[in-house]
């Protein structure tokens, strides 16, 4: 008996039911859309995500395209958002003639489905993947790629200019009422920001404030925090108070969040002024009416997309904004679906380092595609969080607040969960009390001391303050399954240029002088004395060594690296500890005519790569030379790219000229 296209779309529906547990799927609702629209084949949503409809039929499908574009800009009943995605489907003609278990399984199992995305509001105008001819895969590929489609990417570009557009108003009412220089804000930000007051550091101290009452928002009336108040029902006649802001953060922190609630107390502590802590808080809500309306308090995008254009000294610490869409591209590269997902204790096991974290762009990357990779194999997602904060995720940075970020967003998957401890690290830099010179996590190419973390449970609450818990953590060398990073690019050498004042950009950041320039540049040299960091190469070369020293065999690297490490003469070094170590080496570059254009990273106006590479077992080192795996000294390797693994589909060079980089990660799976 042939089978009728609503069963092949109740089977297909339960089958993608099951590969995220946030999903809510529904198979041809009649009430799905407002009137005057046919009942979409299949609509998925999830809260805080866009709307995704997939149209279905059997190949040769002739209308299933027709059918997907005219959905784009439909209304759906509730209220809900207007589609903005829609994925044509055709599935192999051989379901027809299944049935029962044969025909689950053989959705389940076929790698045969074929599938378009199409994205925009108006039809005429909406953007098609592939350009031409159709994507090929299993569901688990389709479920994969409905999910980045999902992700709210326009609603998350306009939050950001809200956001910082109430960052800066309220930085202004802050200087208004403490003008740049005031003793007691300098020392405010020295203490708990260690920066220097100026503009930016109090953007950034606004940010911090914003920050803190978007994860109250969420995490407000969750079992433990159920006395918690959302700002919103804080916000009497017009405006918000500091001390009923403050009591809701003191309940918190009595409980959990010490990286991401204490700072921002500190901070609103510190505006002493009533009438001024009145009126910064009731303009950051703005914020919180805005990101309400827009159900995206989840969104990983959101603050860190911000939060990368306040951080201070960007240019000298090269903390450069790491796209999401190259993140999860990146993480989808180095976490293949090759299987065994599905193992939640393996899972817990595992350890994942990002010694630059920034605002953790690339860690959030890395823990979203794990839990989607988990879910597809029928685990649960949720499950693992207070392993994967408290034990899985590693997180490095010199500033403080770009840990705080990285917490902040990984917290943020599941609020409602908590956890005791985590291992996200502010690293020491410049000259300390001891007269020591500290570079960050560059120290770690060291022999490895005990460091300090940022701890989540307060050891103790006395009154009005509180103490964080004096726990210690080791990063062990050779212990780590994953390294991602997009490290610094800065180069210890000055050329001239906007650095040509500076004796050692590569060691300016927060206002080292010559002689703690000179300083840090020394103990570069030593600690890259024997390895192949270069000082030519740049910083870059640097930490691809820290992330070779750190990860275990068979361990995966995992890089946004300068475009010169394919042929450059200062790399060589690198290039041969990459052809001796490791194996499955897969570069990607895009194709552009200005060095901006081929940049995975937001600002950094360089020719970009990705570098994943597997670290060679003593067994797989003879294999990887037996197969001639390796990256020549001297020529650039591009590797076509495939949305769904190797030898299927497309070129990422090419496509990168047909459509804007904001929809790389759509393709990430």
């Known amino acids: 008996m042939t089978q009728h296209e609503h069963t092949l779309n109740v089977r297909i529906g339960d089958a993608l039911r099951g590969m995220r547990r946030r999903w809510r799927v529904s198979i041809e609702d009649t009430g799905a859309a407002t009137a005057g629209h046919r009942r979409p084949d299949l609509l998925l949503t999830e809260p805080g995500a866009a709307p995704l409809i997939i149209e279905h039929e059997t190949?040769?499908?002739?209308?299933?395209?027709?059918?997907?574009?005219?959905r784009l800009g439909m209304d759906l009943s509730g209220g809900r958002h207007?589609?903005?995605?829609?994925?044509?489907?055709?599935?192999?003609?051989?379901?027809?003639?299944?049935?029962?278990?044969?025909?689950?399984?053989?959705?389940?199992?076929?790698?045969?489905?074929?599938?378009?995305?199409?994205?925009?509001?108006?039809?005429?105008?909406?953007?098609?993947?592939?350009?031409?001819?159709?994507?090929?895969?299993?569901?688990?590929?389709?479920?994969?790629?409905?999910?980045?489609?999902?992700?709210?990417?326009?609603?998350?570009?306009?939050?950001?200019?809200?956001?910082?557009?109430?960052?800066?108003?309220?930085?202004?009412?802050?200087?208004?009422?403490?003008?740049?220089?005031?003793?007691?804000?300098?020392?405010?930000?020295?203490?708990?920001?260690?920066?220097?007051?100026?503009?930016?550091?109090?953007?950034?101290?606004?940010?911090?404030?914003?920050?803190?009452?978007?994860?109250?928002?969420?995490?407000?009336?969750?079992?433990?925090y159920a006395a918690v108040r959302t700002p919103e029902q804080l916000y009497d006649q017009q405006k918000l108070h500091k001390t009923e802001i403050l009591q809701d953060w003191g309940a918190i922190l009595a409980i959990n969040y010490y990286p991401i609630f204490h700072v921002a107390r500190e901070i609103l502590r510190g505006i002493d002024r009533t009438a001024a802590a009145q009126a910064i808080l009731t303009q950051l809500f703005h914020i919180i009416e805005a990101i309400v309306r827009e159900g995206a308090a989840r969104s990983h995008d959101l603050a860190g997309f911000v939060f990368q254009?306040?951080?201070?000294?960007?240019?000298?610490?090269?903390?450069?904004?790491?796209?999401?869409?190259?993140?999860?591209?990146?993480?989808?590269?180095?976490?293949?679906?090759?299987?065994?997902w599905g193992d939640a204790e393996r899972l817990r096991q595992l350890r994942v380092a990002d010694f630059a974290c920034g605002t953790g762009t690339l860690l959030a990357a890395v823990y979203a595609r794990l839990g989607a990779l988990h879910e597809l194999a029928g685990g649960d997602a949720q499950a693992l969080h207070r392993a994967m904060l408290e034990r899985v995720l590693v997180g490095c940075d010199v500033l403080p607040m770009a840990v705080h970020l990285t917490l902040s967003m990984l917290a943020a998957a599941y609020p409602e969960e908590t956890f005791s401890?985590?291992?996200?690290?502010?690293?020491?830099?410049?000259?300390?009390?001891?007269?020591?010179?500290?570079?960050?996590?560059?120290?770690?190419?060291?022999?490895?001391?005990?460091?300090?973390?940022?701890?989540?449970?307060?050891?103790?609450?006395?009154?009005?303050?509180?103490?964080?818990?004096?726990e210690r953590h080791t990063i062990a060398d050779e212990s780590y399954d994953l390294v991602i990073m997009n490290p610094p690019f800065t180069r210890p050498t000055n050329h001239g240029g906007k650095h040509k004042d500076i004796p050692n950009p590569a060691f300016a950041a927060f206002?080292?002088?010559?002689?703690?320039?000179?300083?840090?540049?020394?103990?570069?040299?030593?600690?890259?004395?024997?390895?192949?960091?270069?000082?030519?190469?740049?910083?870059?070369?640097y930490f691809l060594t820290l992330a070779d020293k750190k990860l275990r065999k068979d361990g995966v690297l995992a890089m946004v690296l300068p475009q010169v490490v394919l042929s450059g003469t200062s790399w060589e070094k690198a290039r041969q500890l990459l052809r001796k170590s490791y194996t499955n080496i897969t570069v990607a570059t895009i194709a552009g005519a200005k060095s901006q254009?081929?940049?995975?990273?937001?600002?950094?106006?360089?020719?970009?790569?990705?570098?994943?590479?597997?670290?060679?077992?003593?067994?797989?080192?003879?294999?990887?030379?037996?197969?001639?795996?390796?990256?020549?000294?001297?020529?650039?390797?591009?590797?076509?790219l495939s949305p769904h693994g190797s030898g299927r589909v497309a070129n990422l060079m090419r496509w990168r000229s047909l459509a804007p980089p904001s929809q790389l990660a759509q393709y990430a799976v």
């Open 59 to 70: 190949h040769p499908a002739p209308g299933v395209e027709s059918d997907a574009l005219r």
């Open 82 to 224: 207007p589609v903005r995605a829609a994925i044509a489907l055709r599935s192999p003609a051989e379901l027809r003639q299944l049935q029962g278990a044969a025909l689950a399984g053989r959705i389940r199992e076929s790698a045969a489905f074929e599938y378009a995305l199409f994205r925009g509001l108006i039809p005429a105008d909406a953007e098609r993947w592939p350009v031409r001819g159709w994507l090929r895969g299993s569901l688990q590929d389709l479920a994969l790629l409905a999910q980045q489609a999902m992700r709210p990417s326009e609603e998350i570009d306009r939050l950001a200019e809200i956001l910082e557009r109430d960052i800066e108003l309220a930085r202004q009412i802050f200087s208004e009422n403490y003008p740049e220089g005031h003793a007691q804000i300098a020392a405010l930000f020295a203490e708990h920001l260690r920066l220097e007051d100026g503009p930016q550091t109090r953007r950034m101290a606004m940010a911090i404030l914003a920050n803190a009452l978007i994860f109250q928002q969420s995490l407000a009336g969750h079992e433990d």
């Open 309 to 340: 254009r306040l951080i201070a000294d960007r240019k000298f610490l090269a903390t450069f904004y790491t796209r999401p869409e190259s993140a999860a591209l990146l993480a989808a590269l180095a976490l293949p679906n090759d299987g065994g």
């Open 421 to 470: 401890d985590c291992t996200m690290l502010a690293m020491p830099y410049g000259k300390q009390d001891t007269g020591e010179y500290a570079l960050g996590s560059l120290d770690l190419l060291a022999t490895q001391v005990a460091l300090p973390t940022l701890a989540t449970r307060p050891e103790a609450v006395e009154g009005a303050g509180q103490r964080a818990a004096a």
């Open 511 to 541: 206002g080292s002088d010559a002689d703690s320039q000179r300083a840090l540049s020394e103990r570069g040299k030593l600690l890259a004395k024997g390895t192949p960091a270069n000082g030519y190469a740049g910083m870059a070369s």
């Open 597 to 640: 254009d081929k940049a995975f990273s937001a600002d950094t106006g360089l020719g970009e790569c990705l570098l994943v590479a597997h670290k060679r077992s003593e067994a797989g080192r003879q294999a990887g030379r037996q197969a001639g795996r390796q990256i020549q000294s001297r020529a650039r390797i591009t590797r076509t």
